[in-house]
C-alpha cells in the first residue's frame, strides 16, 4: 500500500507542475476559475429552464416533446480542487489505522502530498475574501496538526524529511501566520528524547538529530522567541564544522562530504541560527 500511496503522491505532482503549463487560471487566477465553473452552471440551469418550457408548450398543443439538452462539460480547475486535496493530504499525514511499517509509508505520503499542494496553489486568493488572502487558510489549524504529529518524538527519518519540506512550503505561502504554532513546532523539533532508541541505527539516530534540529532552526530563523535553547544549534554547527575540517584534512587529499550528508544539509540554517540567536556571538570566533 505504501508504494501505490507513493506513485500516486508522484503523479499529483507532477499533475500539480503541468497545471501551471496548462492553464494559467488553475494556479494564478481562482476568481477566474470560480467564474467559469459558475457561469457554466447557469448556462445548465438555463437550458434546463428552456426545457421545461417548451415541454409544456408541447403537452399543451399536442406536439411530440422537445429533444432534452446535451449536458455540457462544467470547466475544471487544479487549484479548485486544491483544499480537498489538501485536507485528505492531512489525514493521510496523520493516519493511525493499519500496522506501523505502513503507517509510516503512508504518513510520509501524505506529508509529501501536502508539501506538493501547498507549493503549487497555496499562493492562490480566496474568490470569497474580499481581502485576497489565500484560498487554503480555513486549513491553516489542519496543516499546522500535521506538522505537529510529524515531528513528535520517535518519528522515522521518512517523516522528518517530508515534514521538512511542508513546514518551508507553508512557511512561504504564509499560510500559518500564527506565531504560537511555528513555536510549539520548534520546541517539539528540538525535543531528543528519542536518542534512546535502541532499535535504530547510529546513522538513522544522527539524521534524526539533524533533521530535528534543522527544523527547530529554520523556525527560530523566522521567529527568535520560538524557546529553543542556542545550545543545540551551537553543538549541531560545530559538528558540521568537525566534519568539514576533517575532510580538508583527509590522507588523501581535500575532499567534500557527500551533498546527501543530512548535516550538511541542516548546517546552513543551524549555522545561522547559532550566530543570529542570543549567545551566538561567542561562536562567531570559532
Not at 486544491?82 to 493530504?89: I, Q
Not at 520546541?187 to 534540529?213: F, K, M, Q, T
Not at 541560527?273 to 542570543?278: P, R, S
Amino acid at each position: 500500500r505504501g508504494n501505490r500511496l507513493a506513485a500516486a503522491v508522484r503523479a499529483a505532482r507532477c499533475a500539480l507542475d503541468e497545471a501551471d503549463d496548462v492553464d494559467a487560471r488553475q494556479t494564478r487566477d481562482v476568481r477566474a476559475a470560480r467564474a467559469a465553473v459558475d457561469a457554466a452552471a447557469k448556462d445548465a440551469y438555463k437550458a434546463a429552464r428552456r426545457f421545461e418550457a417548451e415541454a409544456k408548450k408541447a403537452v399543451l398543443n399536442k406536439l411530440p416533446p422537445p429533444p432534452p439538452p446535451v449536458p455540457e462539460t462544467r470547466p475544471d480547475f487544479a487549484v479548485l480542487r486544491a483544499p480537498a486535496v489538501v485536507g485528505a493530504a492531512c489525514a493521510q499525514a496523520g493516519a493511525t489505522v493499519g500496522d506501523d511499517l505502513g503507517l509510516d509509508g503512508v504518513r510520509a505520503a501524505g506529508l509529501r502530498l501536502l508539501a506538493a499542494v501547498v507549493e503549487t496553489c497555496g499562493a492562490a486568493p480566496d474568490p470569497d475574501d474580499p481581502n485576497g488572502g489565500p484560498f487554503l487558510a480555513p486549513y491553516a489549524s489542519q496543516i499546522s496538526a500535521a506538522l505537529r504529529g510529524a515531528v513528535a518524538p520517535g518519528r522515522p527519518v521518512a517523516q522528518l524529511r517530508a515534514v521538512v519540506d511542508a513546514a518551508d512550503a507553508a512557511a512561504r505561502r504564509g499560510l500559518v501566520p500564527d506565531r504560537k504554532t511555528w513555536r510549539r513546532l520548534a520546541v517539539l523539533a528540538a525535543d531528543l528524547g528519542e536518542a534512546d532508541d535502541r532499535v535504530a541505527s547510529r546513522a538513522a539516530l544522527e539524521e534524526r538529530r539533524c533533521l530535528r534540529i534543522g527544523l527547530a532552526a529554520r523556525v527560530a530563523l523566522r521567529d527568535p522567541d520560538a524557546g529553543v535553547a542556542n545550545s543545540l544549534f551551537l553543538d549541531l554547527a560545530r559538528d558540521g564544522a568537525a566534519r568539514l575540517k576533517a575532510a580538508r584534512a583527509a590522507p588523501f587529499g581535500p575532499s567534500k562530504p557527500p551533498k546527501d550528508d543530512p548535516l550538511v544539509r541542516a548546517l546552513p540554517a543551524v549555522v545561522a541560527a547559532a550566530c543570529a540567536l542570543k549567545g551566538g556571538a561567542e561562536f562567531l570566533p570559532d
